[in-house]
């Protein structure tokens, strides 16, 4: 059972947050740089993440599981490395009531006051590449809340603030998407849905050519494998990253869902079968393993727009985590092949039910800074 984030559109009434750190130069896709997208296995300087869960998107009965879910997930990556939290003056209280006793982890877990509208840094944060003389950029792919669909007046102005916070430098382009759009192997090869990148709600005056030369340029990438995925069924619009993940060069990971009612029962067979057509960069063929999603969820917080997935985990350092979701066979098996397919990295195992109600995964609720 395979589901994503309903579509909504909510009035603007969120008020701005404060801006920290540093100002930063800005540069355009036009000069002559060479940029590259680590890939997220390499080490990390820290996770973006945001304390948030807004009255105008969420539903009461979500609201305090998903906050607790966000509290969960910083805690288990600060065993791993640090976590810097983004959250709102009037959420400050309650965020550092629940935190209380974290920072006793090896990594300390920072709230940085700045109010957004959602907790999806994975798509609002900016997509850190590494340019000449290791110069760090924090990419602003120009979030539009997946073409207009839901309140993100906050959320537009993320990609900037982390990017300065960290003293980087801002880099633009006329692209609009997201950070779960795109999967990079971090040696030139891309996994993109054509549902989502090339769609006219966020890109509406370009086209896969096109679209292909700037992100060559962006995230040093030397092919990118197009998979259909479907519009119009989730808010993002059949996001990569819920779909299939690069483990490391030549392998990725592929979900597989055997609802036969779900639309998504097609859309995955056909990703599994482009991804066993396709080659990398180098002209290799992939190894596909599949992971099935599960059979059954917890119904407590919501069924119609539940992620029932597994491939969207989250790589730190020397750790994956990854989403348990109470079927045991489904849990464990899906453990086991996460395992087999990063040995060297602790597989860390939670639920965050809320959040999966919410349509979205641990993935969705993060933003890596890689060393640069």
Not at 3 to 30: D, H, P, Q, W
Not at 118 to 132: A, E, Q
Not at 145 to 157: I, L, P, R, V, Y
Not at 309 to 329: E, T
């Amino acid at each position: 059972m395979l589901s994503r984030r309903k579509l909504i559109k909510s009035a603007s009434f969120i008020t701005g947050g404060f801006l920290l750190g540093c100002k930063s130069g800005r540069v355009n896709i036009s000069e002559n740089n060479l940029f590259i997208m680590p890939e997220e296995n390499q080490p990390h300087e820290r996770t973006w993440m945001s304390f948030v869960a807004n009255d105008y998107i969420w539903s009461n009965r979500q609201i305090p599981e998903v906050k607790r879910n966000l509290v969960l997930i910083a805690k288990t990556i600060a065993k791993y490395e640090p976590v810097s939290m983004l959250v709102s003056p009037n959420d400050y209280e309650e965020a550092t009531s629940l935190l209380q006793g974290l920072n006793s982890h090896n990594y300390p877990i920072e709230l940085i006051e700045f109010t957004t509208d959602d907790l999806w840094l994975r798509d609002s944060g900016p997509t850190f590449v590494r340019g000449n003389y290791g110069k760090k950029y924090g990419i602003n792919f120009n979030f539009n809340a997946w073409g207009n669909k839901q309140e993100h007046t906050q959320d537009s102005k993320v990609a900037n603030f982390i990017t300065n916070t960290v003293n980087a430098t801002i880099k633009t382009t006329d692209l609009t998407l997201e950070g779960g759009c795109f999967e990079v192997d971090g040696h030139g090869t891309a996994i993109l849905t054509k549902s989502c990148v090339l769609n006219h709600n966020r890109n509406s005056n370009i086209n896969q050519i096109q679209v292909e030369e700037k992100l060559k340029v962006l995230l040093g990438l030397k092919k990118i494998i197009w998979l259909e995925g479907i519009r119009g069924r989730d808010i993002t619009d059949g996001h990569t990253d819920f779909y299939a993940r690069f483990s490391k060069l030549g392998e990725v990971i592929v979900s597989r869902d055997n609802d036969q009612q779900s639309y998504d029962y097609e859309v995955t067979r056909n990703n599994i079968q482009e991804l066993k057509n396709a080659t990398d960069a180098d002209g290799n063929k992939l190894n596909v393993t599949i992971i099935d999603t599960p059979n059954s969820i917890n119904q407590a917080y919501g069924v119609n727009h539940f992620a029932a997935g597994y491939v969207g985990y989250y790589i730190c350092n020397d750790a994956v985590i990854m989403q348990k979701f109470g079927d045991q066979y489904a849990d464990d098996n899906a453990k086991g092949i996460i395992a087999k397919a990063f040995p060297n990295r602790i597989i860390e195992q939670i639920a965050i039910d809320g959040i999966a109600s919410g349509g979205g995964s641990i993935h969705c609720t993060t933003q890596q800074e890689p060393k640069i």
